[in-house]
């Protein structure tokens, strides 16, 4: 053996250390940091084969062929069998003895009287519904006061005045880097309506909206017509929304919202038992009404969004809002959406006094049911604290420190990020611990495969 060999030898080892430590380094999808930086400048359009047909990406300012790549994320994929399949109608799984004593716990608190609709137009269509819309029906006549004693009123405005309570449904969006940059760089916040089947495919993307400090509500497991669900199955829609949310954040929402603004008295009763407040809303931007291929899609143009934005700015230049503040209908859907939502901020921020997430336009503090994450109260945020952290901001969350029913889950043993804010200790070392994991199982296979070769004499440099 020639000496010349050897040196080579370790230098084509080297190299290929070298190799794969940037294959590592160009596309981190295993953090939420790594994945929040994935962006680009195409503008394409794509689907993929992993989401349901009427799923079509369409991105503008971002990279959606890297963005919108599937990836693993150990703590969410090792989980999936204790979930319903995704994008499918929840049920409670019959091992899941968390989720049927939570239901055991509640179901005699919820209303029996209250008709299953039999599908949402035909329910509407039909006239068989009584005029004097008995069970507050929200898609009826946007009802928001609960007829059945004991419920509360759904949360339909911001109550601090010249205030828009801001927020976006059915994300995490899997492209939602470049929209949330701007919202980063604007210094905004926002409530954030997960769908918790998009949670479970995108969980870094989730974690995102709470690292960078916005608020995280419900928006059910599959994105149904929530009135047409048989009670049981209207929890599990809940239920797993939340616990998909508390594994991949680490935290568990106390709000909610109806997808389609689709609810009733009986489907409140479901969400008030599971510490759920209703989050609706007044002005409809049509947002998510452009493409039907979207969950919430429709027959609207894109000038109808537009006009509805203007006509929404109009309203809160003439002074409506000076008491009693607005929540509007948004998403973060898809590419339109989002640059709607970038294009008329700055029009957003010059009719209203304040623009904040809705639980801080509620000066609701504790918007968890963990309680070592706090969100500023109004006067604070307006004042600019725009995050508040707990005193314990690194610590790892356990579900013991809870005592709402809404915590236990079959998942819980499974250790949660940490709700910290930005650079949270908990989650940064954690992810890091991922990626340590998964140079160190690389390298030692690309060496014992240059080894195999090297001492075959199959490799001979
Ligand atoms: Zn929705």
Redesign the pocket.
């Known amino acids: 053996m020639q000496p010349g060999n050897s040196y080579s030898r370790v230098f084509s080892v080297l190299v290929s250390f070298g190799l794969l430590t940037l294959v590592n380094a160009a596309a981190d999808r295993t953090s939420e940091q790594g994945e929040a930086t994935i962006t680009g400048s195409s503008s394409t359009s794509s689907s993929s084969i992993f989401f349901p047909q009427e799923f079509t990406f369409s991105f503008t300012h971002s990279d959606p062929t890297e963005e919108c790549t599937p990836y693993e994320y150990a703590p969410v994929t090792d989980a999936l069998n204790s979930f319903p399949p995704v994008w499918k109608g929840a049920s409670i799984l019959s091992s899941d003895s968390a989720a049927l004593a939570m239901w055991n716990s509640i179901s005699d608190s919820i209303p029996t009287d209250i008709a299953v609709k039999v599908s949402f137009y035909a329910s509407f269509i039909s006239s068989n519904y009584s005029s004097s819309d008995p069970d507050c029906w929200w898609t009826y006549d946007q009802c928001i006061t609960p007829k059945l004693t004991g419920l509360p009123p759904d949360v339909a405005a911001a109550p601090e005045p010249s205030t828009l309570g801001y927020g976006f ?2 994300g995490p969006n899997c492209s939602h880097n470049a929209f949330y940059d701007y919202l980063d760089s604007q210094n905004q916040k926002a409530t954030f ?1 997960f ?1 918790g089947s998009n949670v479970a495919q995108w969980p870094l993307e989730a974690q995102r909206a709470l690292t960078d400090g916005h608020e995280i509500c419900a ?1 059910t497991w599959s ?1 149904p017509y929530m009135t047409t669900v048989a009670s049981e199955d209207a929890f599990a829609e809940l239920w797993y929304s939340l616990q998909m949310i508390k594994l991949a954040v680490g935290v568990t929402p106390t709000c909610w ?1 109806p ?2 603004g689709d609810v009733d008295d009986r489907i409140r009763a479901i969400a008030n038992a599971l510490g759920l407040t209703t989050i609706m809303w007044k002005y409809d931007s049509q947002d ?1 009404d452009v493409d039907s291929g979207n ?2 899609g429709g027959q609207v143009t894109d000038a109808d969004v537009v006009s509805n934005y203007n006509a929404f700015i109009q309203t809160a230049a003439s002074g409506t809002f000076q008491t009693v503040g607005a929540i509007l209908l948004s ?1 973060e859907i898809d590419n339109f959406s989002m640059t709607e939502a970038i294009s008329f901020y700055p029009q957003l921020k010059s009719v209203f006094q304040h623009i904040v997430p809705v639980g801080v336009s509620l000066n609701k503090t504790q918007p968890y049911v963990e309680t070592n994450y706090s969100l500023p109260t109004f006067e604070q945020y307006v004042a600019g604290t725009l995050i508040v952290n707990s005193t314990t901001s690194s610590s790892t969350i356990s579900s013991s420190s809870s005592s709402s029913t809404t915590s236990q889950s079959s998942t819980s043993s499974i250790s949660s990020p940490s709700a910290s804010s930005k650079g949270g200790q908990t989650t940064a070392s954690k992810n890091a611990a991922y990626k340590v994991m998964d140079f160190g199982y690389g390298h030692v296979l690309l060496l014992l495969v240059t080894v195999f070769f090297w001492t075959s004499g199959l490799l001979n440099f």
């Open positions: 449904d059915d309506y769908i928006h994105h919202r997808p389609y998510a969950v919430d998403h």
